[in-house]
């Protein structure tokens, strides 16, 4: 079955320090991975997405940045955070475009930007 | 739908009774909709999909409905129980992306 791994499951970090959030993905291959955010009490934003290795599509500007280093890890990170990167980070995956497959969602990153 | 920047509605219920949670959605290409659940502090969890060929699924005590002609789908939670209480999303896909929907907090009342 696959399973979808986030960490740290909660993160508190000064304004301009750098970040990074991993997640890996464990039995599928070729997965569409997501990276979202939200903000407390609100929707989901999503941030990027990558359809295989080193291909990353950016959804909002902003000081994040995503890589794809492997087939089943997605990285976020940013070299200097803001007080408004503060909220949930979400990693999902999914099956290939234009299959019925629903997005699976790992369990979250609670970051914290002080 | 965009849910970014909106606050949550919400839906009070009692214990028991059904519970509908609507949504909209925006693109007429979108070809599958799905229904997530959220409890505070974790991740959406995948309660129903439907598909645009469809107008209507039902699964253990929940129900969802399309109509593609208004771009409209609900979810129906039959007798619903404390454990139902959560953040409900639904997403329209198109291509390779999730569009989600503002969300609704339900909450039961025992």
């Known amino acids: 079955s696959q399973t979808i791994h986030q960490w740290p499951a909660t993160l508190v970090q000064p304004v301009g320090s750098p970040l990074s959030l991993e997640c890996t993905v464990e039995?599928?291959?070729?997965?569409?991975l997501y990276w979202y955010r939200q903000a407390a009490g609100r929707g989901l934003q999503l941030l990027f997405y990558?359809?295989?290795?080193?291909?990353i599509s950016s959804e909002v500007p902003q000081n994040l940045s995503a890589s794809r280093p492997q087939d089943r890890q997605f990285i976020l990170s940013s070299k200097k955070l803001l007080l408004s990167d503060s909220g949930f980070y979400l990693c999902a995956w999914s099956g290939l475009a234009g299959a019925h497959s629903e997005q699976f969602f790992g369990p979250g990153t609670r970051l914290t930007v002080l | 739908g965009e849910s970014v920047g909106l606050h949550l509605p919400t839906l009070s219920v009692q214990e028991g009774d059904n519970s509908i949670i609507n949504c909209a959605y925006s693109?007429?290409?979108?070809?599958?909709f799905i229904w997530y659940k959220q409890e505070s502090g974790k991740g959406p969890q995948f309660i129903i999909d439907?598909?645009?060929?469809?107008d209507k699924r039902q699964g253990q005590r929940v129900t969802v409905l399309l109509n593609k002609t208004v771009k409209h789908l609900s979810l129906q939670i039959a007798a619903t129980q404390p454990g139902d209480s959560a953040v409900y999303f639904c997403?329209?896909?198109?291509?390779?992306?999730?569009?989600f929907g503002t969300g609704t907090s339900l909450t039961v009342i025992p």
């Open positions: 990558s359809v295989g290795i080193g291909q």
């Open positions: 039995g599928t291959s070729n997965p569409n």
């Open positions: 693109n007429s290409a979108s070809d599958y």
């Open positions: 997403a329209d896909k198109t291509g390779n992306q999730f569009y």
């Open positions: 439907i598909r645009s060929n469809m």
